[in-house]
Nanobody, 124 residues
């Protein structure tokens, strides 16, 4: 199993980025996919999740600014980031899960597979 993120970089306040995560080695279309992020000195934080059927869920801090999507034909999940703020600076990780309990969506330990992360840095 492999999850490979890409698309991170340095962007100015108010800018946009599109992150991608390419999955392989498992049945991608059967898993919910999510994005988490981790800033230096902080715990890993839930950002967004998309179910195998396309339902989306967002952290309050990013709703309205970030959009998660997936393409099951390409075994990929995406995160479009708009209106970026310095507080969005973090390493962004994609993750895969088969759990259906909505109460676990924000819990990193409930995810089965993780990527290595991609750095997003927002300058003020």
């Amino acid at each position: 199993v492999q999850l490979v993120e890409s698309g991170g970089g340095l962007v100015q306040y108010g800018g946009s980025l599109r992150l991608s995560c390419a999955a392989s080695g498992y049945t991608f279309s059967s898993y919910d996919m999510a994005w988490f992020r981790q800033a230096p000195g902080k715990e890993r934080e839930f950002v967004a999740r998309i179910s195998w059927s396309g339902r989306t869920f967002y952290a309050d801090t990013v709703e309205g600014r970030f959009t998660i999507s997936r393409d099951n034909n390409k075994n990929s999940v995406y995160l479009q980031l708009h209106s970026l703020e310095p507080e969005d600076t973090a390493v962004y990780y994609c993750a895969a899960s088969t759990t259906s309990d909505r109460g676990t969506y924000t819990v990193p330990s409930t995810y089965d597979y993780w990527g290595q992360g991609t750095q997003v840095t927002v300058s003020s």
